[in-house]
């Protein structure tokens, strides 16, 4: 490879040849086993003993054999040195391969994300399930196992900014996304209790490691439960006691349904004008 993201593990296709006059014993008390050196720009050795990978059988004189060695990168980014190198564990190291001269890359986590219909509103204390389309543009791989897994979560700010939930519930990604490969999970998204305007922006999470840069933010309306909002309407002119027929136009502003609304008029009582007379 010419380069790897630093820390990294990279498998690696080679073939070895047995061009000495002895078997590479794959087993017993001192096997032949792959392994390598990672050396620095200047040429200082920064992993000696480097991971071993077994021969998976014997390598009889004259005869090759292609594994997959399994490499690890330096921790740190910059120009490096690779070589592969045979041993014969606790007996000696055989002559070293050619160097390969890899560039190793810092670790980027970076993501896109896409709603492609984001809800407007959300009852206050609901539940909304989105669907969320993610990218990996970073340069390593999501990993959806082990102790540092990637899950997507969310942050809810007020309309000021101001946050309101950081640490949001988690939605397993359930699959590896390698870097350039896209995924689409649907989240549970829980709205704020207090109605209000709120912004949503839903952001990856390398557990115990790091945040990635969140969405865009999407603003939601989380309704009360009961609103309603009037029409005014037109009123006949009134005659004490008669009976009138008002028509009124009403609509639910609230997140509830409601088949008992009900409007109740309250009369307000208009004293008479006074008389003016002689005394």
């Known amino acids: 490879p010419t380069a790897l993201v630093q820390g990294a593990t990279a498998q690696i296709p080679i073939t070895v040849q047995n061009i000495g006059n002895e078997l590479w014993n794959a087993a017993g008390a001192n096997p032949v086993n792959l392994s390598y050196h990672w050396y620095d720009g200047a040429g200082n050795a920064v992993m000696w003993n480097g991971t071993r990978t077994a021969l998976g059988a014997d390598v009889a004189a004259g005869a090759s054999r292609a594994i997959t060695a399994s490499v690890v990168a330096p921790s740190v980014p910059g120009a490096f040195r690779l070589n592969f190198a045979l041993v014969k564990e606790g007996v000696a190291w055989f002559t070293q391969s050619a160097p390969y001269n890899v560039q190793i890359a810092s670790v980027t986590t970076s993501a896109t994300y896409a709603v492609a219909a984001p809800p407007t509103t959300i009852p206050a204390g609901g ?97 009360a439960g009961f609103v309603a909002t009037m029409t005014p309407p037109t009123l006949p002119a009134f005659i004490a006691g008669g009976t009138y027929d008002v028509p009124v136009v009403l609509k639910n502003s609230g997140a509830a349904i409601s088949d008992t609304m009900r409007i109740a008029f309250c009369a307000l009582p208009v004293s008479p004008p006074s008389k003016l007379g002689n005394p």
Do not use: M
């Open 127 to 223: 539940n909304a399930q989105i669907a969320v389309a993610l990218t990996n543009t970073g340069n390593q791989a999501w990993n959806i196992t082990g102790a540092n897994p990637v899950n997507l979560s969310l942050h809810w700010y007020d309309a000021q900014g101001a946050t309101v939930l950081w640490d949001g519930p988690r939605t397993p990604l359930g699959a590896i996304v390698e870097p350039g490969a896209s995924r689409t999970v649907t989240a549970t998204v829980t709205a704020p209790p207090q109605p209000g305007s709120y912004l949503l922006r839903f952001a990856l999470v390398k557990e115990g490691v790091t945040w990635f840069a969140p969405s865009n933010p999407l603003p939601i309306n989380a309704l």
